[in-house]
């Protein structure tokens, strides 16, 4: 096991959320980390991801900028992904892997429920 991700549960809308992902093994060396979400179906799209290959550049898909903030902690090896302002579509199961994802790194994901 590879990434394992907490800190989901069940908020209002509007409320917040802060994720965890624990990375071990080539993962914690890993670069580029990102957090991706599954709302419906098998596709998992990208929310956000942190670059420490220089600094700790960041990227956002469009609907979380401004509302969700990615960081990395490298002597705890966790990548923290903090989601303020939360929305009904947010609602999905959220894992991390590395970008590009690899199949064997997915863990069990984490479920965020926004409610109305």
């Known amino acids: 096991v590879q990434v394992m991700e907490f800190g989901g549960g069940l908020v209002q809308s509007g409320g917040s959320l802060r994720l965890s992902c624990q990375v071990s093994g080539v993962i914690s060396n890993a670069p580029v980390v990102a957090w991706y979400r599954r709302t419906s179906g098998d596709q998992r799209d990208f929310v956000a991801l942190i670059d420490s290959s220089g600094g700790d550049d960041t990227d956002y898909a469009d609907s979380v900028k401004g509302r969700f903030t990615i960081s990395r902690d490298r002597v705890r090896n966790t990548v923290v992904l903090q989601m303020n302002d939360l929305k009904p579509e947010d609602t999905g199961r959220y894992y991390c892997?590395?970008?590009?994802?690899?199949?064997?790194?997915w863990g069990r994901g984490t479920q965020v429920t926004v409610s109305l």
């Open positions: 892997n590395v970008v590009p994802p690899l199949n064997d790194v």
